[in-house]
T-cell receptor, first 114, second 114 residues
Framework: NAGVMQNPRHLVRRRGQEARLRCSPM?????VYWYRQLPEEGLKFMVY????????ESGMPKERFSAEFPKEGPSILRIQQVVRGDSAAYFC????????????FGDGTRLSIL | DQQVKQNSPSLSVQEGRISILNCDYT??????FLWYKKYPAEGPTFLIS?????DKNEDGRFTVFLNKSAKHLSLHIVPSQPGDSAVYFC?????????????FGQGTILTVHP
């Protein structure tokens, strides 16, 4: 399967714990976008990364959220000290170059906070 | 500030008839528009797109129309099939320093009845 791979598909955390979401882009893609979908809403942009660089993090909450895309390995979206409001579906998309469309999406990680 | 709006939360259509999904936007800097289809528990799948320099793009049963002066686009599906039942998202990409991030509408649930 050469598509965008996200894991885990489902993640349950208690309030105050850390959540780590992983995304492996499509083969040949080095640009990764993270989006969040709250219940009954559309997807909202969070962050755009290239290998080893954060290009645009204008959609990221100022605290507790961070993202990285190391030279080797998947992109990681990290949420520290999770709260109930972090419960959402988190989707990763990739593209072969900056601005190239369409972006190809993974099946998401559904994060539930107890 | 909802820059991309899909004002119909749901649409019900008989199999074989036309489905028309609508989308309005407010940001005149958007230069590329996409439609994605999403099934439950899956990621969005790209359907069709249109550049702002065009007013129509067709791909099989799917046609997207863009009216720049009205800041409005629509997706036509003809003929509609039960397998088309899904959530449809309109998305827009800005030019310049937007880095390709997408702004999504809230989605329209399409139900095609046999």
């Amino acid at each position: 399967n050469a598509g965008v791979m996200q894991n885990p598909r489902h993640l349950v955390r208690r309030r105050g714990q850390e959540a780590r979401l992983r995304c492996s882009p499509m083969k040949g893609h080095s640009h990764v976008y993270w989006y969040r979908q709250l219940p009954e809403e559309g997807l909202k942009f969070m962050v755009y990364l290239q290998k080893e660089n954060i290009i645009d993090e204008s959609g990221m909450p100022k605290e507790r959220f961070s993202a990285e895309f190391p030279k080797e390995g998947p992109s990681i979206l990290r949420i520290q000290q999770v709260v109930r409001g972090d419960s959402a579906a988190y989707f990763c998309a990739s593209s072969p170059s900056q601005g190239a469309q369409p972006q190809h999406f993974g099946d998401g990680t559904r994060l539930s906070i107890l | 500030d909802q820059q991309v709006k899909q004002n119909s939360p749901s649409l019900s259509v008989q199999e074989g008839r036309i489905s028309i999904l609508n989308c309005d936007y407010t940001n005149s800097m958007f230069d590329y528009f996409l439609w994605y289809k999403k099934y439950p528990a899956e990621g969005p799948t790209f359907l069709i797109s249109i550049s702002s320099i065009k007013d129509k793009n067709e791909d099989g049963r799917f046609t997207v129309f863009l009216n720049k002066s009205a800041k409005h686009l629509s997706l036509h599906i003809v003929p509609s099939q039960p397998g088309d039942s899904a959530v449809y998202f309109c998305a827009a990409k800005g030019g310049g320093t937007s880095y390709g991030k997408l702004t999504f509408g809230q989605g329209t649930i399409l139900t095609v009845h046999p």
